[in-house]
């Protein structure tokens, strides 16, 4: 047996082969079925002429619609016209599974898409993305592995809120309340004290009841924590690692890139160093460009637009006023009014990426910081006791992977840079 990428070879010309998959596109003209098969490395085209294959073989090949599985047996021969190049001329066509009429057609609006979501992942967009995300997570992996960093596996039902507490999804934990993980920050931070460096790849909750391009309720987040790292050299880190990732996917997907008419040059330009813009000076630039923004002004996704259309790099925001971010960031002595923190956005218009900053360890601040949240310091004793017990500088980050993937692979909307997105709207399928 075969894949498809393998049948599709000058050097078999000629020779017989066995490949298995689905019907992509199929058609009859006389006693000819032309079916486009397609495997998770390719499609192929295949020929069944009637007087080549048994009768019953013919006939089932005429009847089966697409996503019927099949196996087939036949010689490679070369033709232009075939996708790819090659088709196979069929000896044997068996129907392994006949698909019943596929609820898909060519062009469906976007919510039966999603209705039909479990079907629609199997298109060759999809399968693309798929891939492309996974290379830019082995890439990621293999960084952090390469730097010394341990992967660790923190806590999904948490009792802690790290980020914004109006988009905490609330759970029944038996007989009290708990909360979903919006971010295993402050449990990474309470792993380097014997780890140094780790990282952790989960799901994170946000409660986003906004419907936008570049929110889910659920979403892949891959976070960093080190020890007696400043905020300077955590973004070092986020550039080594996101062109690592970057890189590995230019070298992995090169087909699947080409199939979303994504350009590799511009992905493989992506290299150290990045661009760092302040907060304030963000402001300015914005101000001059007619936007209405001033100091405390949050950068929304028509800010984050604005600032990275034209660059072909992604940029470093640093040093935000407080009033827009958590209360675990360390304070910049440069400007009490500001964290030492950066958010990084990826360039053509996408916006954030990245978030990320040097910790706070300084008790009094952080309790300070807690009371003024409205928290209860109960649930943060422990978080409280890292700083207690042999504190050091340390600085960690953020990174969406559906964020980076919907950069990498230019989607209009995130929702297509994970299998089954979960939406204010949508838990279905
Ligand atoms: O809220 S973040 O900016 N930061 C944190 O959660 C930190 N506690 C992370 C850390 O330092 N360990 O989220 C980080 C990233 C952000 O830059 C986005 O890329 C992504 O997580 N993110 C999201 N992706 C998809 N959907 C939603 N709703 C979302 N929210 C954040």
């Known amino acids: 047996m075969l894949q498809v990428k393998e049948a599709l070879s000058k050097g078999l010309v000629g020779k017989k082969v066995r ?19 397609r495997d998770s490395t390719g499609i192929i085209q295949v020929t069944v002429k009637k007087d080549a294959v048994a009768d019953q073989q013919f006939e089932s090949a005429t009847k089966a619609g697409i996503e019927s599985s099949v196996i087939v047996e036949g010689e490679v021969a070369e033709d232009k016209r075939a996708p790819g190049g090659y088709e196979i001329r ?3 066509f068996e129907v392994i599974g006949l698909a019943e009429a596929f609820p898909i057609t060519e062009y469906q609006s976007t919510e039966l898409l999603l209705d039909l979501r479990h079907l629609w992942i199997r298109s060759r967009e999809q399968t693309a993305v798929a891939r492309i995300k996974a290379a830019l997570v082995r890439g990621g992996r293999e960084w952090f592995h390469d730097n ?7 806590p999904i039902v948490t009792g802690v809120c790290p980020e914004d507490s109006t988009t ?4 029944k934990y038996f007989d009290r309340i708990a909360y979903l993980s919006q971010s295993a920050q402050f449990y990474l931070e309470s792993l380097i ?10 799901p994170s909750f946000r409660a986003e009841k906004s419907r936008t391009p570049r ?18 050299e955590n973004m070092k880190v986020q550039e080594e690692l996101v062109s690592a990732m970057l890189r590995n996917a230019v070298d992995e997907c090169p087909e699947e890139l080409k199939l979303l008419k994504r350009d590799p040059a511009t992905l493989k330009k992506v290299e150290p160093p990045f661009d760092r813009m302040k907060y304030e000076e963000a402001m300015d630039y914005l101000q001059k460009k007619g936007h209405a923004v001033s100091w405390g002004s949050d950068l929304g996704a028509i800010e984050e637009r604005a600032l990275t259309l034209d660059r072909e790099l992604p940029l470093f925001v640093i040093n935000y006023p407080k009033e827009l971010k958590p209360f675990y960031m360390k304070e910049n002595p440069e400007d009490p009014r500001t964290y030492k923190n950066s958010d990084l956005l990826a360039p053509e218009g996408f916006g954030e990426i990245i978030g990320g900053s040097e910790r706070e360890t300084d008790n009094t601040l952080i309790i300070e910081r807690l009371r003024d949240k409205g928290e209860s310091l109960d649930s943060y004793q422990w978080y ?24 990498v692979c230019k989607l209009e909307h995130i929702r297509d840079a994970i299998p089954y997105p979960r939406t204010v709207a949508r838990v279905y399928p």
């Open 193 to 202: 004290y014997s780890l140094e460096k780790v990282y952790a790849i989960t």
């Open 90 to 92: 069929a000896s044997s």
């Open 148 to 154: 010394g960093y341990v992967e660790v596996n923190p």
């Open 384 to 407: 409280l006791d890292l700083r207690k017990y042999g504190s050091v500088p340390h600085s960690g980050f953020g990174l969406g992977l559906e964020r980076i993937a919907t950069w």
């Open 215 to 232: 929110h889910l309720a659920e979403y892949w987040h891959m976070e960093m924590e080190a020890a007696w790292v400043d905020n300077e």
């Open 19 to 37: 490949v298995r998959g689905w019907i992509y596109r199929t058609r009859s003209s006389g006693g000819i079925v032309f079916a486009v098969l």
């Open 168 to 171: 905490l999804f609330q759970l």
